[in-house]
């Protein structure tokens, strides 16, 4: 835990201290038994370890509009060029556009 902590540079008030270490403890329990399984992915520790999955659904998923006064764009729609020829897929992979899997 002190790694991990350490690693991601937390800081937790003295009360707030125990109940995050309890719970990364369960998270690292459920890491465990899952990588255990026949499964086609692994899961490891990252920064969300101290998290609840309430905490974290309730922080980190969803989409939260912005309730100011935004501009609004209004400019021209694109018309499509009949003169290209596209590829019928493209190996983005291959061309250096895919970074590692990020905070899931």
Request: no cysteine; proline share 3%; charged share 20%.
């Amino acid at each position: 835990f002190i790694a991990w902590y350490k690693l991601y540079a937390k800081t937790y008030s003295r009360e707030a201290f125990g109940a995050r270490y309890s719970t990364f403890k369960k998270n690292l329990k459920f890491i465990n038994d899952y990588n255990k399984g026949n499964h086609s992915v692994t899961v490891g520790l990252n920064e969300f370890a101290d998290m609840t999955n309430e905490e974290f659904k309730a922080n980190m998923l969803g989409f939260k509009k912005h309730h100011g006064h935004g501009r609004r764009h209004h400019g021209h729609p694109h018309e499509a060029s009949h003169n290209i020829t596209v590829p019928t897929s493209v190996d983005w992979s291959s061309k250096g556009a895919v970074t590692p899997v990020k905070n899931q």
